[in-house]
């Protein structure tokens, strides 16, 4: 399957459905000097292009919208300007992203701008009570808008383990919790404000159930348990949480019965692709479901040279994602 954007490198697509178009929110990747480790340093991304098209045919022009934010832009932001996400709210649109502070520690910003392909204007300051990477807005039918985030490893979700508003340096790096018994980490959602631009509450955990117990997903259970890229989206009134399991290179989801979750175990949407990282966005566009998602084809297998590309999906009779079409 060819990419869908092939002018410049793009990965962790969050797709939505604005004003009748799909719109693309992907990071940019770029070369980089810096060698590849465990710790994502190699992930150097310096700003952010939106992408639009009318038309999901593989024929269909896409457009670049050009550059809408840059690290020199954000007062707050050291570097990397790693996977946003996009949302509309009372007239307004919202592009958040998270981003290493002058610390060194991912915060989570937000931007905003009068149309979904910007130019977008940032808060001065990250989200208050924001932490690790990977934001992913969800606007429910009632109005009520979330921010999921979350991710191990270089993500440094790992660090937050005594509480949301402390950081445990000494857990920065490639590690996680494990060891018999321990349950997985969580990402971690909250309400946001009726601006959009600040928590409404104290962030929760996201709890994903095994179907065969009943009990939270293990820390050891790599090839289910959280890593990072959340989404969700909603599927006959249902919250389907998905997620990459990271180091086993899944894309997996959960399904339940509120924003918050528990989320049961539902299986997997994609199996590993060529390069380290796997990252996606569900949505909706003329009422068929794509799957945005990227892989390191095009740059034949640089871990950090990524495209994004898009797959149709469906659902089976049970609500399970599937993709080959049922009969
Ligand atoms: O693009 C940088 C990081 O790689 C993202 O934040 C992760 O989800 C992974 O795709």
Known sequence: ???????????????????????????????????????????????????????????????????????????????????????????????????????????????????????????????????????ATFVDDDGEAYLYFGGLWGGQLQCYQKGHNVFDASWQGPKEPTGEGVPSLGARVGKLTEDMRQFAEEVRDVVILAPETGEPILADDHDRRFFEAAWMH????????????????YLAYGIGDSPYGPFTYGGRILEPVLGWTTHHSIVEFKGRWWLFHHDCELSKGVDHLRSVKVKEIFYDKDGKIVTEKPE
């Open 234 to 249: 909603k599927y006959n009134g249902k919250y389907y949480f998905s997620y990459s399991t990271g180091d086993t290179h």
């Open 1 to 135: 399957m060819a990419p869908l954007i092939t002018n410049i490198y793009t990965a962790d697509p969050s797709a939505h459905v604005f004003e009748g178009k799909v719109y693309i929110y992907p990071s940019h990747d770029r070369e980089t000097d810096i060698q590849f480790n465990d710790n994502g340093d190699q992930y150097d991304m310096a700003d952010y292009h939106v992408f639009s098209t009318d038309s999901l045919d593989p024929a269909a022009p896409v457009t670049d919208h050009g550059v809408v934010l840059k690290t020199e832009d954000i007062p707050w932001v050291s570097k990397q300007l790693w996977a946003p996400d996009a949302a509309t709210k009372n007239g307004k649109y919202y592009l958040y992203f998270p981003a290493r502070d002058k610390e060194g520690i991912f915060r989570i910003g937000v931007a905003v701008g009068d149309r979904p392909e910007g130019p977008f204007t940032p808060d001065p300051e990250p989200i208050k009570g924001s932490y690790s990477i990977d934001p």
